[in-house]
């Protein structure tokens, strides 16, 4: 058997583990923040792992948790604003599928070392309106931890994320209205896809976009 081989298998081994390791977890946790106690267990998998694997095989191991996290398509439309609804329908599947894949490279790319990091996810859950926010922390073994807020929102899915505040106030979805809104300005829904194409293969290169 070759040495890639075995450290293929014994990649998807420890993976496997941490995946039962972290099914026991989950059931203590209240039901918004099962979802991103499953994100972080992911990630942590991904860190671990490094660019040592490759880009593609970490991402098949974040795709799903963050699929199941995150509310994708309300993501986008509220990122996109009150033009979504102006939008034909083929543009805006493409462009869903497309931001789909950004998120998930995003994710891949900004999470790709490990230095003995853990999250933490507090056991107190804020209610905003029908949305309850998930605190979480990724702790390093020095210096001061990085607050994450998700904003989580029940559904036919069952609990899911809509927007992710940085340090407890930095939404994501802000930024990325203003980023979109100025794309849409220039190009309309073309200019924005194409964007979003270039950032994610800049990623999936292993750039830093």
Do not use: C
């Amino acid at each position: 058997m070759t040495q890639p081989i075995v450290r293929r298998r014994l990649f998807w081994l420890i993976a496997a583990s941490a995946v039962a390791f972290a099914r026991v977890a989950r059931a203590q946790l209240s039901a918004p923040a099962v979802p991103i106690k499953a994100l972080d267990d992911a990630l942590l998998q991904i860190m671990r792992a490094g660019t040592k694997a490759p880009f593609a095989e970490r991402a098949r191991i974040a795709a799903p948790a963050i699929e199941a996290a995150f509310d994708l398509p309300q993501i986008l439309k509220t990122s996109v604003g009150a033009r979504w609804t102006t939008l034909a329908i083929p543009q805006q599947l493409e462009l869903t599928e497309v931001f789909r894949r950004y998120t998930v490279a995003s994710y891949v790319a900004n999470f790709d070392s490990y230095s003995g990091e853990r999250f933490d996810i507090a056991q107190q859950i804020r209610v905003v309106g029908g949305d309850q926010v998930v605190t979480t922390h990724i702790v390093p073994t020095s210096g001061d931890p990085t607050r994450i807020d998700y904003v989580m929102r029940p559904g036919g899915g069952g609990w899911k994320g809509v927007d992710v505040l940085l340090d407890g106030t930095i939404s994501q979805v802000a930024v990325r209205r203003s980023d979109f809104r100025a794309l849409l300005d220039k190009g309309g829904a073309a200019a924005l896809t194409a964007s979003l194409r270039a950032k994610t293969a800049g990623l999936e290169a292993g750039g830093n976009q």
